[in-house]
T-cell receptor
Framework: DAKTTQPTSMDCAEGRAANLPCNHS???????VYWYRQIHSQGPQYIIH???NNETNEMASLIITEDRKSSTLILPHATLRDTAVYYC???????????????FGAGTRLTVKP | DGGITQSPKYLFRKEGQNVTLSCEQN?????MYWYRQDPGQGLRLIYY???????QKGDIAEGYSVSREKKESFPLTVTSAQKNPTAFYLC??????????????FGPGTRLTVL
C-alpha cells in the first residue's frame, strides 16, 4: 500500500494561502488521495479527496501532479482557526477490509500566525 | 443531529483495571473503527468492524477487545494486558465498505489516563 510523506510542520500568515505538500510516490492506480485535519484534542475532520484531477470545495483545493506522485492541499485564505494537524492519506477504491486502508501518519502541523 | 458520540471525554483508571470506552453512532453507518493516538503521533488502528457481529484486528490490537452486537455501538475494552494504555482514543465510522468515496466521520475522542 502506498505511504505518504509530509513535512512535520509549517507556518502560514493569516490571510495568506497555505500550501501543504504530500509525497505519495508509490501510489497505485486505484488509490485516491484524501486529506483530513485534526484540531487539538478533537477528532479528525474530512477536507477533500481526489484521484487525478484537481478538486475544489468550500474548504480547500487539492492539486495532484500529472504522475500522481505528489499533491498539494491549498487553503486559499488561512485563518487562525485553520491551525491544526493535516493528514494526507492514500486509500484504494473500492476500499476494502485491510487495516492499511485507514492508516493515518503523523501529518503536518500547520500554525497560522496573525 | 446525527453523529458519533464517545463518552466520557476524560477517563481515569487505576493500573490493572479493565475499562470500557463507549462509541455510539446514529448515522446508520455499517463500518466502525477504533484508533489510538499518542502525543505528537498519528492515529493507529486498533480494531475495525465492517458489519454487525464481525470485527477485525488492526495494527495494535494486543491488550484490547471489542464487540459489535448492534449496528450503532462499538465499545472498546482496554484490558490490564495493555502495557501502556494512557492515550487519546478515537472512534470513527463510515456509511458502508466498498461503496463510494465515503468520508470517515470521527467522534470527539476519549482521553484515558491510567494512574
Amino acid at each position: 500500500d502506498a505511504k505518504t510523506t509530509q513535512p512535520t510542520s509549517m507556518d502560514c500568515a493569516e490571510g495568506r494561502a497555505a500550501n501543504l505538500p504530500c509525497n505519495h510516490s508509490t501510489i497505485s492506480g486505484n488509490e485516491y488521495v484524501y486529506w483530513y485535519r485534526q484540531i487539538h484534542s478533537q477528532g479528525p475532520q474530512y477536507i477533500i479527496h481526489g484521484l487525478k484531477n484537481n478538486e475544489t470545495n468550500e474548504m480547500a483545493s487539492l492539486i495532484i501532479t500529472e504522475d500522481r506522485k505528489s499533491s498539494t492541499l491549498i487553503l486559499p485564505h488561512a485563518t487562525l482557526r485553520d491551525t491544526a494537524v493535516y493528514y494526507c492519506i492514500v486509500r484504494a477504491y473500492p476500499w476494502g477490509r485491510r487495516s492499511s486502508d485507514m492508516r493515518f501518519g503523523a501529518g503536518t502541523r500547520l500554525t497560522v500566525k496573525p | 443531529d446525527g453523529g458519533i458520540t464517545q463518552s466520557p471525554k476524560y477517563l481515569f483508571r487505576k493500573e490493572g483495571q479493565n475499562v470500557t470506552l463507549s462509541c455510539e453512532q446514529n448515522l446508520n453507518h455499517d463500518a466502525m473503527y477504533w484508533y489510538r493516538q499518542d502525543p505528537g503521533q498519528g492515529l493507529r488502528l486498533i480494531y475495525y468492524s465492517q458489519i454487525v457481529n464481525d470485527f477485525q484486528k488492526g495494527d495494535i490490537a494486543e491488550g484490547y477487545s471489542v464487540s459489535r452486537e448492534k449496528k450503532e455501538s462499538f465499545p472498546l475494552t482496554v484490558t490490564s494486558a495493555q502495557k501502556n494504555p494512557t492515550a487519546f482514543y478515537l472512534c470513527a465510522s463510515i456509511p458502508s465498505s466498498g461503496r463510494g468515496h465515503n468520508e470517515q466521520f470521527f467522534g470527539p475522542g476519549t482521553r484515558l489516563t491510567v494512574l
